[in-house]
């Protein structure tokens, strides 16, 4: 059976990989949609950018047509589009996670940091 799980991911290519294997290793997905945008954490934890609803359609496919169950909000070291320090990132990732349950689309949440040796870590 094919599986598909769901990266909301920054749009830098060095983190894609990486969160991508992640979810093949630890949760058997053989695909992984990815929505990209710069610092996706600190947009979905902010709340209040019009690209939100850009995300939450995106989500929605992914759900609704590739039946994801298993959806990750990313975080990662050296962001450009979320300069942050890493505890203000964690922070921004646990807020994204309610923020984007609350869309009630019946798929897990999860957050995920990938550090500066590009390693994969559960947010919790």
Not at 13 to 37: E, M, W
Not at 48 to 55: D, G, L, Q
Not at 86 to 112: P, R
Request: contains cysteine.
């Amino acid at each position: 059976m094919i599986k598909f799980a769901t990266a909301i991911n920054c749009i830098d290519g060095r983190v894609q990989i990486p969160v991508i294997d992640y979810f093949k290793k630890n949760y058997k997905i053989n695909y992984v949609d990815i929505i990209t945008i710069p610092g996706a954490n600190k947009i979905l934890a902010e709340n209040r950018n019009s690209t939100i609803k850009a995300i939450k359609n995106y989500l929605n496919i992914s759900v609704n047509v590739h039946k994801s169950k298993i959806a990750a909000i990313v975080g990662h070291y050296d962001c450009a589009g979320n300069p942050a320090n890493k505890e203000t990132q964690l922070n921004d990732i646990i807020i994204a996670m309610k923020n984007v349950a609350s869309w009630d689309l019946n798929v897990d949440i999860i957050g995920l940091w990938v550090d500066k040796n590009w390693k994969v870590s559960l947010v919790k």
